[in-house]
């Protein structure tokens, strides 16, 4: 088993591993977690599968297990969902010294750790992501939150876990579509950060345990130095600014690893015709990395038709966007761009 501490305001660690579900009540405890209650939010389809074996856990180290499931999809993370889990917290008349565990993929972490925010200004809660997605991305560095209406992740709290446990049993089980999504993000660590990791993810050279641990790794280093969001972690954008624009205009037909893979291999464009990418043929090589890993390349939408889908993204600061642009493989650069700039290249792409 692997042990990762993430160094935020409140510090705790990462556990990645085989059958880590199994023990998770176990390892909550050597975290230092003393509650009696200890309430699962899950989705329907996720509790089916794993609440058993997660509520045996909780039982056998001493606590009291509660479930609650909402209905699964990106549709159900609303403000309602978070509503519904709050009202059950209070009817289970969950104090501020029990816990919340967030078991699932990234919709369950985001929602209950938004709960967890909120419910009496505050309570504890573990991550235990099940899907690849969710363990190399949100169930780490503390972002919670909803989508509204008028677009995804417009509210929500920083809030950070006490535990995060990568069961790579479950992981490695994963339907191979959603296997391939958490890649996308996989691959943009070692775009944005880490060279040789790029290359073994290239040769096909990653198990699981490595694949999950090196992407926690670089996340964890890239969170310490921001946990807020106001420099160095706007990195983990790289492929989203351009992705989110193209799940968007494909009406969410294209999942967001989809997204955020043609994302990537679009800034690279973006970075050639700037000149602002110097590795020649990096493009190439990411492109052949995705395909490994079945994932897309070819944006089906021109450059000017993403530029108005983008404008509306939240990430836009008033008359400067920014970009996220590949320099070489490994190194990634955060590059405030005029709007209009933006739009005059993107026109030619
Ligand atoms: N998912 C991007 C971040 O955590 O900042």
């Known amino acids: ?208 345990e490595n694949i999950v641990e090196t992407s926690v790794r670089t996340k964890a280093e890239i969170v310490k130095n921001d946990e807020f969001d106001r420099g160095e972690r706007m990195l983990l954008n790289f492929g989203h600014t351009f992705g989110h624009a193209a799940e968007k205009l494909s009406g969410f037909g294209m999942s967001h690893g989809e997204g955020v893979a043609l994302g990537m291999v679009f800034a690279c464009r973006y970075a050639e015709e700037t000149g602002f990418l110097r590795e020649e043929g990096l493009r190439g090589r990411l492109e052949s990395a995705l395909a490994r890993y079945r994932l897309p390349a070819l944006c089906p939408f021109t450059g000017k038709e993403l530029f108005k889908a983008m404008t509306n993204d939240k990430k836009r600061f008033g008359d400067t966007i920014n970009l996220v642009l590949p320099r070489r493989a490994g190194l990634a650069e955060i590059c405030p761009t005029p709007v209009e700039t933006c739009g005059e290249v993107m026109e030619k792409l």
Do not use: W
């Open 1 to 208: 088993m692997k042990r990762i501490t993430i160094e935020t305001s409140s510090p705790y660690e990462a556990l990645i591993g085989e059958n880590l579900l199994d023990k998770a009540g176990k390892y909550m405890r050597e975290a230092g977690i003393k509650a009696k209650k200890a309430f699962i939010v899950s989705d329907d389809t996720v509790l089916a599968l794993y609440g058993r074996r997660v509520k045996d856990a909780l039982s056998a180290a001493g606590y009291a297990p509660f479930t609650l499931a909402f209905e699964h999809g990106e549709k159900h993370k609303t403000l309602a969902t978070v509503e519904k889990i709050l009202s059950t917290l209070c009817a289970a008349e969950i104090t501020r010294s029990d816990v919340l565990v967030a078991l699932g993929g990234g919709v369950a972490g985001d929602v209950c750790g938004f709960a967890a925010a909120i419910y009496l200004r505050g309570v504890k809660f573990v991550q235990i992501p099940t899907t690849l997605l969710a363990a190399v991305d949100s169930s780490v560095g503390g972002k919670t939150g909803v989508d509204l209406p008028a677009g995804k992740n417009l509210a929500g709290a920083f809030h950070q876990p006490s535990l995060v446990l990568c069961d790579t049993s479950v992981i490695s089980s994963l339907p191979e579509n959603l296997y391939s999504e958490g890649m996308a993000e996989v691959v943009k660590y070692g775009m944005i950060k880490n060279a040789a990791f790029f290359e073994k993810l290239e040769a096909g050279n990653a198990d699981t």
